[in-house]
């Protein structure tokens, strides 16, 4: 789960906002110190939450606003803002296009990742039509290659490496020229990981990347350093033409959000986070939608992307279809449950949910959200056909209600509860209808993706 605790805080600040009877200048300020704590233990710096903090009360002048204006709204909208404009470094990164011989070299200290990362990334692409393969420039650390060659094995990716040969540059172009030849479309060379100081190491960096000229270089950090992720990512910038940024072990681990916002303050996108020691604990970043995970408003791209993989290709346009016209029924949701139940870990998953996002949690509560989606299916078992397909299952009458609880063994308050997640289905339509609805799922995504 990504920064759990962060989006938690977040959220429940904004909820407790909500639940004020009138919102004045104290409750703003009530919640925005809450952000503004929850910010610091992250560890993003003093100085961006103070302005973070300063801007939003700048946007919302409660005084001005027209009566009958849903100040709650407004506030949210503010704090989304000013949170994207935080986390956004300005510049999109270099996005490989399927059939180019892409080159993509990873760098970054040791241990920071770069071995795992390189597969994820190239397993991540595997999955979405592309030919990866993976090169092991690393002649530095013993048992690199091997490493690698072990990761690849697993995730059915070509690898190129060597035993004996002790000179990186030579294996990355010997790999990129194998690779060209067999017509790889994402050719991804790891390197050997290095503390700040090693002058000797810099320069190998440079070696490799002057002989195989990549098309992006990927800077991979340990997020578990917090705001020191600047100065971090500011030298590698300078030493070496670093394009992207992916942040891993953002699991379990509270300062994520100072990296982020580290990183973006040197004008490096983050392009994917790591959430795990595991290939498919991997996370597409991109600002908007994290965000909007963060304030709990779901995140159907995020989502999408993920089921893009899990939904079987013949019901998906059948699904995308179906939420685009409005016709988001329980049936549907019951259906979207039995595929969620199958899909990878949860707690991913969960925060892109809308409705769900805020009750973002931590790894060790898996398995409570599962036990509360199949809470939810004996729920509809016990409904009638008829609700199941209405359009507007909130209109149930309260003898239904009664009924249905009773049926399923369930408390009334669980119903309502669940018939209330239904609310979420209407953030879920406008961001369909946004994305071009009714197309099937992997062209949307594409179109998401600007056409990549
Ligand atoms: N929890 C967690 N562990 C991770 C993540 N990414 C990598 N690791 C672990 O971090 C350790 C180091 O990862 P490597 O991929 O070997 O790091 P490296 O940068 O290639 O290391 P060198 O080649 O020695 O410089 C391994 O134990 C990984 O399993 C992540 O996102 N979350
Ligand atoms: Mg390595």
Known sequence: MVLAELGGSISRALARMSSATVVDENVLRECLN?????????????????????????????????????????????????????????????????????????VGLQGSGKTTTCTKYAHYHQRKGFKPSLVCADTFRAGAFDQLKQNATKAKIPFYGSYVESD??????????????????LIIIDTSGRHMQEAALFEEMRQVAEATKPDLVIFVMDGSIGQAAFDQAQAFKQSASVGAVIITKMDGHAKGGGALSAVAATKSPVIFIGTGEHIDEFDVFNVEPFVGRLLGRGDLPGLLDKMESIVPADQQSELVAKLAEGAFTLRLMYEQFQNLLKMGPMGQIFSMLPGFSSELMPKGQEKQSKEKIKRYMTIMDSMTAAELDSKNPKLMTESRILRVARGSGRRVKDVTDMLQQMGGKSAFEALVKQMGGGKDMSKMLAGMRGGA
Request: glycine share 6%.
């Open 34 to 106: 809450e952000i503004a704590r929850a910010l610091m233990q992250a560890d993003v710096r003093f100085k961006m939450v103070c302005d973070l903090q300063a801007n939003i009360k700048k946007s919302v002048n409660l005084e001005a606003l027209a009566a009958g204006t849903n100040k709650r709204r407004v506030i949210e909208t503010a704090v989304g803002k000013e949170l994207c404009k935080m986390l956004d470094p300005g510049k999109p990164a270099f996005v490989p296009k399927k059939g180019k011989p892409n080159v993509v070299m990873f």
């Open 168 to 185: 990186p540059v030579k294996i990355a172009v010997e790999g990129l020229e194998k690779f060209r030849q067999e017509k790889s479309d």
